[in-house]
């Protein structure tokens, strides 16, 4: 965790230079930067600054932007990365089987953790599906084989036949 912090801090800090921040008090745009920390959840710097001019202190926030994710659907056509399509997935995928809300949020999160981590900028449909298949197989077999069945796309009952075969094992 401390590494990871630095790092974005480190980071955050040579992106920093360029920009200019104004004295709350006079307007400058030099200051110093008396401290930074990352908050808790690592989504935002807060730096004590001290203006150059008139030497009084503010504080900044700075927000770290999450890269956009881009989803590429089977047809091709690139649409933003929505994680509420992964719930929607789940819950379908869990109708009439015992398991809150809460615990398909969580899955979600997980699921969409996963896809932040492993890609870069983009993630095909059927790499988030792959993803999803393998929340749910550590969950709920049922759920898994109905998300399966819509996801591989079974051709002919003996090729569904022989994946509910490859569960059992
Ligand atoms: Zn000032």
Do not use: W
Request: with cysteine; charged share 35%.
């Amino acid at each position: 965790m401390a590494i990871t912090k630095d790092r974005l801090l480190e980071k955050k800090t040579n992106l920093k230079e360029k920009a200019k921040m104004k004295c709350c008090y006079c307007g400058y745009t030099d200051s110093k930067v008396t401290d930074s920390r990352l908050s808790d959840d690592l989504s935002k710097i807060k730096r004590r600054r001290e203006c150059l001019k008139c030497t009084k202190r503010y504080t900044t926030y700075e927000i770290i932007d999450s890269v956009p994710l881009v989803v590429i659907k089977s047809n091709g056509v690139r649409q933003p990365f929505d994680a509420q399509k992964i719930k929607r997935g789940l819950i379908k995928a869990f109708e009439k089987r015992p398991i809150g809300i809460d615990e398909i949020d969580k899955m979600t999160a997980e699921i969409e953790r996963q896809v932040q981590n492993t890609l870069d900028g983009e993630v095909s449909t059927h790499e988030i599906g792959k993803l999803v298949m393998e929340e749910l197989k550590k969950k709920d077999d049922v759920a898994y084989i109905r998300f399966a069945s819509v996801y591989l796309q079974f051709s002919d009952p003996e090729s569904f036949a022989k994946f509910i075969a490859s569960i059992k094992k």
